[in-house]
């Protein structure tokens, strides 16, 4: 069964890097079929498509967020991990891991999120 679960702190300062962890069980993220993302949602806000790391570690990322973003991996704890620098007090949100088919760029599995507060 695939599981996905984020973790990192959960209060972050204005100008910090916000660095948050995704664990995945179940599948390798080096399988082929898939990307793995990271997705965000602000308070009263749709969803956010912050970036992805694909099955051989190429990266692409929302021109939106204009180059904070970093996603990377550590594929010995089967593990990607998300880095946000120079965060303000709008990248409060909820902040959702999750692998994206490749076959179709459907979303099929998400993590349950976990909210990220910047404030001094």
């Known amino acids: 069964q695939v599981q996905l679960q984020e973790s990192g702190p959960g209060l972050v300062k204005p100008s910090q890097t916000l660095s948050l962890t995704c664990s995945v069980s179940?599948?390798?993220?080096?399988?082929?079929?898939?990307?793995w993302s990271w997705i965000r949602q602000p308070p009263g806000k749709g969803l956010e498509w912050m970036g992805h790391i694909t099955y051989s570690g190429n990266t692409y990322y929302s021109p939106s967020l204009k180059g904070r973003t970093s996603v990377s991996r550590d594929t010995s704890k089967n593990q990607f991990i998300l880095r946000l620098s120079s965060v303000t007090p709008e990248d409060t949100a909820v902040y959702y891991c999750?692998?994206?088919?490749?076959?179709?760029?459907?979303?099929?599995?998400w993590g349950r999120g976990t909210q990220v507060t910047v404030s001094p």
């Open positions: 179940g599948v390798s993220i080096t399988t082929n079929y898939y990307y």
């Open positions: 999750a692998r994206v088919r490749v076959a179709d760029l459907s979303y099929d599995y």
